[in-house]
């Protein structure tokens, strides 16, 4: 996956005006504009980097003649103590710059480890971690490309991109069988429908209708595995809700497909890593 650089640009740019504003009241009655000097990326903890080249981004746009020194890059597993970048620039842009660089970085590194971690207690299994519509606004392309980099699969990016019918949209509209018929009066042919069920009855009836993806919604482990006996192999299944790094490995040991986690992206904790001046 890859980060498109105007959206990148544009990112960075908003946040920096949300933090500088006009002035930065600390640096500029302190700092003298033409003072140089040099800084460093260090991690805090033990987990997985990503969002090195949009930090390095943030520097880069506030001061041309910034440079840097990278020792580790997205995707790569750094522990406590592990230098990642060396910074030189002005010392003013470097302040100006470290807060929005730190919180995309350490943001966007913790997805990734979080991720990395849910990966790793589902191997041994046909089971993958994916990502959910759960992110923060404006964030999406930053959080999924995470999501990636730490070993997962992104779900769908936006409403646009596949047919979702999920207990809302079916209750609304008379049931599953009824659901899935109007959505294939006009769907084009590019398009899957997934069907989210809540029991095995509901499992039988999307099965019927010949839909791709069936979600099993906050099953048991038991249930689950029945889900899967009754589909053999006819559609893809995709559990969700409530999964934790405790229950992970039991549910990818159902035999599902697809094992979607919202908290990767909305309750995510930042990874811990810090700048400091030489």
């Known amino acids: 996956m890859k980060l498109l650089d105007f959206y990148v640009d544009d990112l960075i740019k908003n946040a920096l005006q949300e933090d500088i504003n006009y002035i930065d009241t600390s640096a500029d009655l302190v700092i003298d504009e033409n003072d140089i000097t040099t800084a460093y990326f260090e991690a805090k903890a033990e987990g997985v980097l990503c969002g090195l080249d949009i930090a390095i981004r943030v520097f880069e746009l506030l001061d041309k003649e910034f440079k840097a020194k990278v020792y580790k890059k997205d995707g790569e597993k750094v522990k406590k103590g592990d230098i990642i970048a060396d910074l030189s620039g002005h010392t003013l842009k470097l302040l100006k710059g470290e807060r929005t660089a730190l919180n995309i970085l350490q943001h966007m590194s913790g997805i990734a480890t979080m991720t990395n971690k849910a990966v790793t207690l589902c191997k041994g299994t046909n089971a993958s971690v994916a990502d959910t519509r759960k992110t923060l606004p404006g964030l999406r392309p930053i959080q999924k490309y995470a999501v990636t980099v730490g070993g997962g699969k992104n779900h769908r990016y936006n409403l646009s991109d596949a047919v979702m019918l999920k207990d809302n949209h079916i209750d609304a509209c008379g049931g599953i069988t009824k659901a899935v018929e109007k959505c294939r009066?006009?769907?084009?042919?590019?398009?899957?429908?997934?069907?989210?069920?809540r029991?095995?009855?509901?499992?039988?009836?999307?099965?019927?209708?010949?839909?791709?993806?069936?979600?099993?919604?906050?099953?048991?482990?038991?249930?689950?595995?029945?889900?899967?006996?009754?589909?053999?192999?006819?559609?893809?299944?995709?559990?969700?809700?409530?999964?934790?790094?405790?229950?992970?490995?039991?549910?990818?040991?159902?035999?599902?497909?697809?094992?979607?986690?919202?908290?990767?992206?909305?309750?995510?904790?930042?990874?811990?890593?810090?700048?400091?001046?030489?």
């Open 199 to 278: 029991n095995l009855q509901e499992v039988k009836e999307a099965l019927s209708t010949g839909v791709e993806v069936i979600m099993l919604d906050n099953m048991d482990i038991e249930t689950m595995k029945k889900a899967v006996e009754i589909t053999d192999g006819k559609a893809l299944l995709e559990a969700s809700g409530n999964i934790t790094d405790e229950t992970i490995s039991a549910v990818a040991k159902t035999g599902v497909d697809i094992i979607s986690i919202g908290a990767l992206t909305h309750s995510v904790k930042a990874f811990d890593i810090s700048m400091k001046i030489k």
């Open 185 to 197: 009066e006009n769907l084009g042919h590019m398009v899957k429908i997934e069907v989210e069920t």
